[in-house]
Every structure is written in structure tokens, then in C-alpha cells.
């Protein structure tokens, strides 16, 4: 086997060896260093927010959010049931109820047509979550949010640089959540940001992530926070990345549309949709679903792409479906048929920013041979 095209590769050549070694030759690596304020005020900036709130990663982002916005027993949370699990875990660790919508078949984020009839008298929030390249039709979500009295948590972490109708995702929500993760536009290797413009909010989400330690008597706690900080090294290559968001969002759309280039006339699965009414595709992750006609699964799919070198990701496994949860008798009898669907048939191809041209056009290849002779073994 040549040369394996793995499905994800961070591209790590601008300033952030020049700002880590500044950490090294002043001795700030922990979180008291100064690239910290300074990638949170840059990074909120970016995304036109007041506030940035850097923590150890996307998951933490969420899980201090929803303490952060007091949501607990007695309260539930509309959220899409494609997502991670990221998403869900500490609203079932604080006692509230996950409420889940089905997804769209073409942009596979939430249907938000599915929303307004899940609001009852224990709604807290409406958690919005950008899958892949695409964002979510937000407006209709925060006139419900509004209608209602209710926060709209918005995930951004895979969506750094695309905007929805010319506004920048991570400025929809009254939260939002962003990953740094080596697979995201922007990473710091482990990482993740929380952005808001309530200064009460941002407060609060400082405190949680260091411990609740008190200015006025550190040692003395009134309320269970987290050690969820991020160090000087990781904001130092964050802001590094910063700079280069734009290159980067031009990058991966011109990834993008090689893809789909390459791809277009092949058949037998469907392609990310260029863009919708509100939006281009970032493509964060250029994903395929594979036709059911073809008896043919995303896994079998990945495993004869992988003999022919080629890495890929499973889509995410539904909510409603996650053992864990189902062993805390969520969900019973409950099915959300284009999640399920996208599990069944779903991979992404490599996407990652330091892949080459001849890396993207390979894996291009690789899958049309493939779904021309569905039988190809490699
Ligand atoms: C939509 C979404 N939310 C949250 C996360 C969690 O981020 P992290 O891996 O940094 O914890 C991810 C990460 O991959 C994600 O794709």
C-alpha cells in the first residue's frame, strides 16, 4: 500500500513555533500567561463577541456552559439527535431531559421544523449544533428561543470562519461553544472556547472553569467548578492559527469543491449540498452518505477505502441509540430515521488542512473506483 492519505493532517507553519517558544523563553506555559487574554480577546473579536472564554476543549466549553446557565432537574433541552455526545452529556449529568429533534436529509443539520412542537412549560434552551460545513437556519430558532423565553446554545466547534447569512457562527447563540481540536480550522491540540456578550454569563463561566476559587479567600468554595484551563502554549499556537483563519476557510472550500468536482458524476452517494440559502459550504469535513439501492454501508464503504489507503470517520452515532443513555431509560421507543440513516450510510472523506491537492485528488479517485464496480476489493 502507497503512502496512506490520513483524514485529518493540522497545518502548523505560520507563527505558532515563533509564539510557543516565546512561552518557553519567558517561562509562561500555565494559564496565567498572557497569550491567553490576548487569543480570547482576539478570537471574540473575530466572531463579534464581547467575551471569550478559553478552556481545555470543545467538550468542556459545553459542560461549563450548561452549569453555567443553571440548567438542571425539572428542565429539558432541544437539541438535534446527529451529534456528539459532547453535546449531551452534562445536560443528563445535571438531571435535565435531552429532548431531540430528527435532521435534515440534504444540509444534516436539526430540522428546525421539528422544534416548536417539543417547547413545553420545562424548556430551558434550544441547543443549535453546525454539522460539518453547514450551519443552521438560526433565525427561526431564536424567534421560537424568543417567543418562549428561552437560551439558544449555540455549538460551534466544527463551523470557525463560516458565517449564516453574513453574520459569523459563534455570535447566534446567547452561548457558543467552539473545539480546537487538531481536526478543526483552528487548533491549539486540545482546546476550546466559549464566547457570550453577558457579562454576568462570562463571569460565571470564568469562575466555573477555575475551580470557583474566590478572588477575596481562594481557598473557600461556594460552588463546585473545574480546573477546565487552557495553558499559554495552546492559546500561543491558537493565536497563530488566528491569523490565518481566512486562508484557511479558503482552503477548505477550495478542498471542497475539488471533491466535488471529482465526484459529481459519480453515482451512488450524495454529496454535501454548495450551499443553501443562507450560507456556503465551509466544508469542514467533505461528507458522503451512500445509497441504501447499492447494499452498501458507510462502514463497508470506509473499510474498502481504507485497503486502498485512504482514512475516513464513521458520522456520528444518534443519541437516541447511545447505550449509555438508553441504559438510563432515555429515549425508550424513540426514532429519528434521517440520524439513523446518516449512521447507517455516512462517511467523510480526508479533510484536513495539510492535506495536499494530489492527497484530495487521490482519495477522489479511490471512491469513484470504488462505486464504479461496487465489487472492487483493492
Ligand atoms: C459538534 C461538536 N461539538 C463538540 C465537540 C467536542 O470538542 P472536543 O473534541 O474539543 O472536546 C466536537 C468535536 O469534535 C464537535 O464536532
Redesign the pocket.
Known amino acids: 500500500m502507497t503512502d496512506f492519505i490520513p483524514v485529518n493532517e493540522p497545518l502548523l507553519n505560520g507563527n505558532e513555533k515563533k509564539y510557543l517558544l516565546e512561552c518557553i523563553e519567558t517561562g509562561w506555559i500555565s494559564s496565567e500567561g498572557p497569550f491567553i487574554a490576548e487569543f480570547e480577546r482576539r478570537f471574540a473579536a473575530r466572531m463579534g463577541r464581547k467575551y471569550g472564554v478559553a478552556v481545555c476543549?470543545?467538550?468542556?466549553a459545553?459542560d461549563a456552559t450548561i452549569e453555567a446557565l443553571g440548567i438542571g432537574p425539572g428542565d429539558e433541552v432541544i437539541m438535534p439527535a446527529f451529534?456528539?455526545i459532547?453535546?449531551i452529556a452534562q445536560i443528563v449529568r445535571n438531571g435535565a431531559k435531552p429532548v431531540l429533534v430528527d435532521s435534515d436529509p440534504f444540509t444534516w443539520n436539526m430540522d428546525i421544523a421539528q422544534i416548536e412542537a417539543k417547547v413545553n412549560s420545562r424548556t430551558k434552551a434550544i441547543m443549535i449544533?453546525h454539522?460539518f460545513g453547514l450551519p443552521v437556519d438560526a433565525d427561526p430558532v431564536l424567534e421560537i428561543a424568543e417567543r418562549h423565553g428561552l437560551f439558544v446554545i449555540e455549538?460551534a466547534?466544527?463551523m470557525h470562519g463560516q458565517t449564516y447569512k453574513g453574520r459569523p457562527c459563534g455570535s447566534i447563540g446567547d452561548v457558543s461553544?467552539f473545539?480546537?481540536?487538531p481536526?478543526k480550522n483552528i487548533t491549539t491540540g486540545?482546546?476550546?472556547m466559549i464566547l457570550t456578550d453577558d457579562d454576568e454569563l462570562a463571569e460565571t463561566l470564568r469562575s466555573l472553569r477555575n475551580l470557583c476559587f474566590k478572588p477575596e479567600n481562594r481557598f473557600v468554595h461556594d460552588r463546585l467548578g473545574w480546573n477546565l484551563r487552557m495553558t499559554n502554549m495552546q492559546a500561543a499556537i491558537g493565536l497563530a492559527q488566528l491569523e490565518r483563519l481566512d486562508e484557511f476557510v479558503d482552503r477548505k472550500r477550495k478542498m471542497g469543491s475539488l471533491y466535488d468536482y471529482l465526484l459529481k458524476n459519480s453515482p451512488g452517494f450524495q454529496r454535501p449540498l454548495l450551499r443553501t440559502e443562507y450560507s456556503e459550504n465551509i466544508y469542514w469535513v467533505y461528507g458522503i452518505l451512500v445509497d441504501e439501492a447499492l447494499k452498501l454501508s458507510g462502514k463497508e464503504v470506509r473499510m474498502k477505502l481504507a485497503k486502498a489507503g485512504v482514512g475516513t470517520r464513521p458520522f456520528f452515532y444518534p443519541m437516541h441509540q447511545q447505550p449509555v443513555l438508553r441504559k438510563l431509560g432515555l429515549f425508550e421507543g424513540e426514532s429519528y430515521p434521517v440520524a439513523e440513516r446518516l449512521y447507517q450510510q455516512g462517511l467523510y472523506l480526508p479533510s484536513g488542512l495539510g492535506l495536499s491537492e494530489h492527497q484530495i485528488e487521490r482519495s477522489a479517485k479511490s471512491v469513484v473506483r470504488l462505486f464504479e464496480d461496487k465489487s472492487v476489493s483493492f
Open positions: 476543549n470543545g467538550t468542556a459545553i451529534t456528539i459532547s453535546c449544533v454539522i455549538d466547534a466544527e461553544t473545539s480546537f481540536y481536526n486540545e482546546g476550546g
